[in-house]
């Protein structure tokens, strides 16, 4: 019989109290069965399967931004309606282990990933001997699970990377990035690129952009002369480029898919803030340069899924996968609301699947949260703040406008050092409440599915 630990009777004994006052145990209000997954939440145990889904940059400016935009003030996007809700703080450090207030996605994944600050730039590695550190990835594996990560990024990109890699730059994604990072090469005896690891890890399911990356050749060692795709298909992954190749996959072999030479284009285009503003626009929901055959994150979500259940279908263990929407932090960083709005509408739709998945399959641990807090704020109309500004209509009809000002026109809007929003169902979906480190994260990942 599972006993409960003191922090489960602690945090049981705050919603009965909260309930017993009529007070709502999560942050969304309008759920019938809120009471009752709460209930389920704080029961603790094991989870067959985790689903972690990471809005890169989606701080709760860029989560309000979307939901005024979409379903409007008084709505409800579906990462709103957790039955438990609290925030983290994302804070990176230095080489001495002294804060670094402001934490970029290589770092606060790491966090998440290894249960361990680093410096920022760093894949799941020491900040200061530069030491590879386990990852959720590799102790899921170790353990018997299958495992998957998908993104809207390049596959190298930081977040998909601190689970399958260690490298001492984000940077050398491919065998021909390793400029920063000399120690990790191959010809000094390191693990190679973040495409190489990646691929020798023989993570199950594997897709995302960055193709770019993976045709890269590789210099050293066993696979000398071939790209990391052809490294790939050598150790047994089905590479696919599109839908219907994701579609096409069997189970049972790891997937490799391919939908981009870089990102994977947004799903919403529209003008960039200004400085002075822009006249009032609508966001089209449209963008010339996505290949009609990308499937979106939703889609590919639900393939992922049902080839790690696939594969595991006659185990007793299940699956961890990692989905990421990249591209909220990138078209935040470009001061581009409609791209941004876009890209956190399609992450919220993939934030469905995996609780509609929950749904049928109760032993799922299901998390969402952000990396790191970003730029855009919500403004009022007759507000001329520096920096660059643009007037939304929203499906509402109202007028919105947000503003961009953590760095000056023309450069790179700014990552900021707040807390952000993290929200769970299912077991251990407890450990997210009140206000937690990002690093708490890897333990409460490795607590659900018993990883040692």
Known sequence: MHRP???HLAVATALVAATAAGVAVTTVAGAADTRQQAQRAIQGGKAKNVILLIGDGMGDSEITLARDYVVGANGRLNMDKFPLTGAYTTYAVHADGTPDYVTDSAASGSGWATGRKTVNGRISKT???????????????????ATGSVTTAELTDATPAVLASHATDRSCQGPGDMAKCPNDTLAKGGPGSIAEQSVNHRVDVLLGGGKQRFDQKVTEGKYKGLSVTQQAEKLGYQVVTDA???QGARAGKPVLGLFAPGNVPTEWTGKPAAVGGTEPQRCATTNSARLSGTPSLADSATRAIQLLEAKQKHAKKGFFLQIEGASIDKQDHAADPCGQIG?????DRAVKVARDYAAKHPDTLVVTTADHGHTSQIVPLEATPPGLTSTLVTNEGQQLKVNYSTNTPGRSQEHTGTQVRIAAQGPQA??????????????????????R
């Open 5 to 7: 630990s003191r922090r």
């Open 127 to 145: 900040p200061d001997t530069d030491r590879a550190l386990p990852t959720l990835l590799e102790l899921a594996q170790k353990k018997g699970y």
């Open 430 to 451: 407890y450990r997210v409440l009140g206000v937690t480190n990002q690093t708490d994260l890897f333990t409460t990942i490795r607590e659900a599915l018993g990883l």
């Open 343 to 347: 890209e956190t509408a399609a992450f």
């Open 244 to 246: 219907a190749g994701l």
